[in-house]
């Protein structure tokens, strides 16, 4: 609400002359709202110029590009032996952030009242990381009783019919004879 006044403040000085808006800058434009069973929906048109501005000097002005041509440069080919690397233990790392992340958001955003800080993209990205765990836990519960009654073959087809394909390898795994 704030921020609405602030911006509606801004407008109304921009329009008296009191406040310049920066020179040549590309906004975007509003198409349409509607009012939608679950909110406000609002259709805006983005500008395809990219505005550059330099670091160093914020006073300066913006400059409009489009996209860099680079010259085009023969370089001879040399064989070169195919390198095999691990990957970098930072995606790992990365793996977790983002399911910690999907957790939290779960949490947060999934069963949010209309107060709540959670953008409408957070709460459908919420409710549908919520069905997909909902999804997962149901398929591993069903794998989980086919193994516990020694069907082994029907525990992993319903596994890989689920797609949940290292649920299909656990499975497998399991049911192999002990050496």
């Known amino acids: 609400m ?4 602030l911006a509606l403040l801004q407008t109304s000085a921009a329009s008296e002359g009191l406040a310049t808006a920066p020179p040549e800058e590309a906004k975007a434009t509003l198409q ?8 406000w929906v609002c259709h805006y ?6 505005i550059i501005r330099p670091l160093e000097a914020p006073d300066a ?3 409009v590009t489009s996209a860099p041509t ?3 440069i ?3 080919m040399e064989p070169v032996a195919p390198q095999v690397s691990a990957p970098p233990p930072a995606a790992a790392v990365d793996h ?7 957790t939290r958001l779960i949490a947060r955003c999934a069963d949010a009242k209309w ?9 459908t990205e919420a409710k549908l990381l919520r069905e997909a765990s909902q999804n997962a836990a149901t398929l591993r519960g069903k794998v989980t009783t086919l193994l516990s009654e020694q069907r082994c073959d029907e525990a992993i087809k319903t596994a890989l019919e689920g797609g949940d394909l290292p649920l299909a390898r656990e499975a497998r795994e399991f049911c192999a004879p002990a050496h």
Not at 45 to 50: G, K, V
Not at 115 to 123: K, V
């Open 61 to 63: 002005t913006p400059s």
């Open 32 to 39: 349409s709202c509607q009012m939608t069973d679950k909110g």
């Open 96 to 102: 977790t952030a983002e399911v910690s992340r999907q």
């Open 115 to 123: 107060y709540s800080p959670c953008l409408p993209g957070e709460r």
């Open 70 to 72: 680079l010259p085009m």
């Open 45 to 50: 048109q983005i500008p395809s110029t990219t």
């Open 2 to 5: 704030l921020l609405l006044l």
């Open 74 to 76: 023969p370089v001879p």
